[in-house]
């Protein structure tokens, strides 16, 4: 049974940075596309940042703006989500995804809330 195993959330200060992990079970993350996506409530989940299966290759959406790192530790069969300089719009809760054509595995989701 695959699991994903999200942790790292919390609260910061606008400019504070946060690291999630998602922790993969059941399977091997480098057989997957592995993201992270937001979702805020009433709303759907929206991608962040995807590595490719196979490869070491990270996209991110454009509001990200180069102050989120995602990277992928094979050994570990972990992946990260390093998120620098956040803002109160990040607040949202984060999820680990694992998608490969028809399969697709979501973690619990992580809270990540940026405040004042």
């Known amino acids: 049974q695959v699991q994903l195993i999200e942790s790292g959330g919390g609260l910061v200060h606008p400019g504070g940075a946060l690291n999630l992990s998602c922790v993969a079970s059941?399977?091997?993350?480098?057989?997957?596309?592995m993201g992270w996506f937001r979702q805020a409530p009433g709303k759907q989940r929206a991608l962040v940042a995807r590595?490719?299966?196979?490869?070491?290759?990270?996209n991110y959406s454009d509001s990200v703006g180069g102050r989120f790192t995602m990277t992928r530790d094979v050994a570990k069969n972990t992946v990260y989500l390093q998120m620098n300089d956040l803002g109160i719009e990040n607040t949202d809760i984060y999820y680990c995804?694992?998608?490969?054509?028809?399969?697709?595995?979501w973690g619990q989701g992580a809270q990540v809330t940026v405040y004042t």
């Open positions: 059941g399977t091997l993350i480098y057989i997957w596309d």
């Open positions: 590595i490719v299966r196979k490869t070491d290759d990270a």
């Open positions: 995804n694992a998608n490969y054509l028809s399969a697709e595995h």
